[in-house]
């Protein structure tokens, strides 16, 4: 039998690794970047992976009940990873800094465009898109450096998807295709992108019959209705 004060002891190791857990969950989650099981063992848990397995249900209830934070696992061909995303629907813009209604504003229309074109769209194609929208010039007036924002922050926040395209040969030009990442697919709801594409052209949603058969045969919660 366990002495008494060792299991105390052993009782408030595992409360410390556990909060410890916790905070740096909390903190890398502001980045919106993947989180990695190995980083948490290296900084929280001593380097001990079965620590990881032991606390990880507990740490997602806490999480899940206190902050209102979903801890997603995510698998790759490159191996799994975490993304912390909320369990509420966005609050009014008016609490978001500048920065974030900026961005925001920006991802929803790659997004919403890319969904509509069938889900993948090449690096010319979404910037020459955006041109039309008189998003070129850069530093633009409200979105600043969006190309490095749409190229490198979305893609390392896992918004986006960036994939390179097999070039024919002779051709050294490397060229990149987008499509929705995995943080988008838990954040976005592609019938929201359909009914305000179709708003804007006062179209009804089901006249583009491909993106509106997909938006309803998606695990969402509510159907789309007619408008």
């Keep these: 039998m366990v002495a008494a004060p ?120 979404l910037f020459g898109f955006l041109k039309k929208l008189h998003i070129e010039d850069e530093p633009h007036e409200y979105f600043g450096h969006f190309k490095k924002t749409i190229t490198e922050t979305f893609v390392k926040q896992l918004f986006l998807k960036k994939e390179k395209i097999e070039m024919e040969a002779g051709n050294i030009e490397e060229r990149f295709q987008y499509s929705w990442g995995h943080r988008a697919d838990l954040e976005f709801k592609k019938r929201d992108c359909l009914e305000y594409v179709a708003q804007l052209l006062k179209r009804q949603p089901s006249s583009f019959s491909a993106q509106f058969e997909e938006c309803n045969s998606d695990d969402e919660d509510v159907e789309m209705a007619e408008q």
């Design 6 to 125: 060792r299991l105390q002891a052993q009782q408030g190791e595992l409360k410390s690794m556990k909060n410890s857990m916790i905070r740096y969950i909390l903190n890398v989650s502001t980045k919106k970047t993947p989180i990695k099981s190995i980083d948490i063992v290296k900084q929280c848990l001593r380097g001990e992976q079965k620590m990881f397995l032991q606390l990880l249900p507990h740490v997602q209830e806490i999480l899940s009940d206190v902050y209102g934070l979903q801890f997603n696992e995510v698998k790759e061909k490159t191996g799994k990873f975490y993304l912390v995303t909320s369990e509420f629907a966005p609050g009014s813009e008016f609490e978001w800094t500048v920065r974030q209604r900026e961005d925001n504003r920006l991802l929803f229309i790659v997004l919403s465009y890319i969904f509509m074109k069938g889900g993948k769209v090449i690096e010319p194609v």
